[in-house]
């Protein structure tokens, strides 16, 4: 087990530099100088030249990214060259913002997913079940910036019941954040609500005509319980594996979303930090999300290990 | 609400109308200098309430909240109310003292400068603002690395404390415009206690003079500021607190003035005047802007900005570099008028020269304008020698609008004989290409300022630190350089008049229109001010009593 950890922690290291060499030559290999990008209109030669050593940009590259890394193993990812604020603070108020509305997402694409895939599959060959599937087409099939912006002008603008922008932290004011985050997070979980809807409309039609399901009837239970007690119980696992599967992509997903509704999150960080050729900001936001994968693959193999011990003995044979 | 109100707007367009009429009969005219247009509510005589907190929708994140190293028009508008300037413009576009007690004096050489101070004035933390936090604070300008202001304040050899309410400035050579850099935030006095303290964090929790004073960023999201109570004039601040939030989409800063999620909604898109002007909710400010959009050709920008101009070598090379009968050419291709018309509603006012009609020192020679006259294109170019159509490429955004224009130009010039390429580029590297002299023209713009020095020298001497044309020409260097240093306004009025006639004969910039401040307010807000400079004011705003 010793050697797997030793193995699987050393391939963890390796790709974390690798990914922080990756984005630091990428990001410089974009058109556009961050020092042009930062002087704004009122640029000279002498400005450019004064902002490039302010921000070690005229120093070799090999030399800018050994400081890149030093400063980071040292907990200090800079200030961001266009708004002078510390990176790991603006990292800090962003990521919570992101996560909050990625849970809300999740929540809301689970209970509208499950259900909805629960009366297609039950209610087979009904108008119900043609609803249900409309509805997932149109989750899947409607741009996330078009209806961000319809429930914005429906229940914003012409029917103002929620906030059209803006974020409340749960932790502050959960009845507030909950208004702030229920149409971001609609819009940001309609997709997963479709692809959970279909999962679990599958997975309950293969349950419902299972062995165990017909004698559960035969034994006399009610259709509520069948339903909600046997066949959705198991079908639930692979609609929870989906779901997980899904969250990268959530995350994804939530930069158009808080580019709509004026998220402060991680997503928006990002995006500006690009258009603003903003490197410490694209540096430090990257590393944290590098950090973040990578830790969480190493956890995930290392719980296979735990699981099923096949695998760490197969990693020592290798 | 006392606005531009419906008869003004009437002869506005009455006057656009008759301008438009003119220009068709005589084939060549100028446009006409019109008393500089501030909207604002300010004059709104309905009582307001104490308290409260005004929430303005920002078009982008400011930079850093430093006088000395912001460079963003976004940050100018966060420190009307948090930095005071030495001076300020008016609603007409004069310079006024704000923290000075008076106008600067000159000496009759033009190189030694008196600044008279008001007293007892505080800044945010308590300390004294006087001759020594001006100097501290002129000093950091000048010397501060990357500071945005050097450039701005490179007349000024020294700066020396003659009594704590007067400080003297000492000019390497005469330099009239310097009131106006002052009137801008190379004019922005911070607290020297605050200085040493944040040192070049100083941004990150400005202390200056104003209204309110900085009180919490989030990046990305809005900044917030608070009612001073040590500002000098804290009576008339009516707002306990406003946020400036920051929503890029135009779209959605209108829709969150719609739904009442903020008051102020800075930058109106054109496409959402009507929707603003129909809404009994909103009001709709009008300024008139001190900037223009124009195309710049690349006429001997060999490489890279700041050096010697030469000549083009392939692909950029060509008669449009070296030949100004083709630039004329191209320019008399151009319906201005058309083009408002067609892209922007005819929501904003066709430019033929770098200085705004509101100017002081805006005259008829500045205001010139070339006709619109396609056949006088083509027999242009026969008479250039050139193959027509003549095959030239343009640098240009690639947002719609500028997709919109850069199509309406495609049209338009295709009658006078040429061919335009258009070169859609993201912003950033669309600089990397232009300031590198890789483009032939590049459609882009200015923001003005209120000194027409700021909207001439830096473009169109040869030495200018922004000439991308690579443009260089002893008569207008010497007609620049001499409005510089000329402190009458008759006489700067006029050089600028000789300059622009000689840029018409030229044309290494061709000017196409020139914007409208537009901002949208809820209409139970008021005393919001927007002036020529396109800085929206709040100090005075407040909430209608109901």
Known sequence: MGRYLARRLLESVITFILVTIVVFLGIRALPGDPARALAGEESDPATLAQIRTKFGLDQPIWLQYIKYVNNALHGDLGRSSRTGLDVSTSIRHALPVTLQLAVFAIAIAALIGVLAGVVAAVRRRTAAEWAANGVALLGLSVPSFWFGLMGILLFAVAYPLLPASGFVSVFDDPVQSFRHLLMPAIVLGSGLAAIIMRQTRSAMIEAMGTDYVRTARAKGLGGGQVVFGHALRNSLIVVTTIAGLQLGGLISGAVITEQIFVLPGFGKLTIDAVFTRDYPMIQGVTLVTATAYIGINLLVDLLYSVIDPRVRVGGAAL | ?546
Not at chain 2, 178 to 201: F, N, V
């Open chain 2, 1 to 546: 609400m006392p606005r531009s109100s419906t008869a003004t707007r009437r002869v506005a367009a009455a006057l656009a109308i008759g301008l438009s009429l003119s220009l068709i009969i005589s084939g060549c005219s100028s446009i006409k200098s019109n008393p500089p247009q501030a909207d604002n509510n300010a004059q709104d005589n309905r009582p307001v309430q104490n308290g409260g907190t005004l929430r303005v929708a920002l078009a982008g994140e400011p930079d850093a909240l430093d006088p000395t190293l912001g460079r963003t028009l976004v940050g100018r508008t966060v420190f009307t109310s948090i930095c005071e300037k030495l001076y300020d413009i008016d609603t007409k576009l004069n310079i006024v003292p704000q923290l000075a007690s008076a106008l600067p004096s000159f000496s009759s050489d033009g190189k030694t400068v008196t600044i008279k101070l008001r007293t007892g004035i505080k800044f945010a933390d308590g300390t004294a603002m006087d001759a020594a936090a001006v100097k501290a604070s002129l000093d950091r300008h000048m010397t501060l690395a990357g500071s945005a202001r050097k450039s701005e304040l490179s007349s000024v050899a020294s700066v020396a404390v003659t009594d704590p309410s007067t400080v003297t400035l000492t000019l390497k050579s005469a330099f009239t415009p310097l009131t106006a850099q002052l009137a801008d935030r190379a004019g922005m006095i911070m607290s020297p206690t605050a200085l040493t303290a944040e040192g070049d964090k100083f941004g990150t929790n400005p202390v200056c003079v104003g209204p309110f004073k900085f009180s919490l960023r989030v990046a990305q999201d809005r900044i917030e500021v608070v009612k001073d109570p040590n500002y000098y004039n804290a009576s008339k601040v009516h707002l306990d607190k406003v946020i400036y939030k920051i929503i890029a989409d135009s779209t959605t800063r209108m829709n969150n003035l719609q739904s009442g999620d903020v008051d102020v909604y800075d930058t109106v898109s054109t496409n959402d005047i009507d929707a603003l002007k129909g809404n009994s909710k909103l009001a709709l400010l009008v300024s008139d802007s001190l900037g223009y959009q124009g195309i710049t050709i690349n006429v001997g920008n060999v490489n890279g900005v700041g050096k010697p101009a030469g000549t083009l070598a392939a692909p950029y090379a060509g008669a449009m570099a070296t030949d100004a009968r083709v630039r004329q050419a191209f320019e008399e291709s151009i319906d201005r008028a058309t083009l408002n018309k067609v892209v922007f509603k005819g929501l904003y006012q066709p430019a033929c020269g770098p200085i705004s009609p509101s100017s002081p020192f805006s005259s008829d020679a500045a205001q010139a304008c070339p006709k619109y006259d396609p056949n006088a294109a083509k027999a242009l170019l026969q008479s250039a020698g050139v193959a027509m159509p003549y095959k030239v490429s343009m640098v240009i955004g690639n947002t719609p609008d500028a997709s919109r224009l850069g199509q309406a130009i495609q049209s338009m010039v295709k009658d006078g004989g040429f061919d335009l390429q258009l070169v859609p580029t993201e912003f950033a590297a669309s600089l990397d290409l232009t300031d590198a002299g890789k483009y032939q023209m590049f459609q882009i713009g200015w923001s003005g300022r209120v000194d027409p020095d700021g909207n001439t020298a830096n473009f169109l001497t040869s030495a200018g630190s922004q000439n991308n044309a690579g443009y260089s020409n002893s008569t207008m260097d010497k007609l620049l350089n001499d409005a510089r240093a000329a402190g009458d306004v008759n006489t700067r009025k006029d050089l600028y008049g000789q300059a622009i006639t000689q840029l018409h004969k030229d044309a290494p910039l061709i000017y196409l229109y020139r914007g409208q401040n537009f901002t949208g307010v809820a209409k139970n807000i008021v005393g919001v001010q927007v002036f020529p400079d396109g800085l929206i004011r709040v100090g005075t705003a407040g909430i209608a009593v109901a």
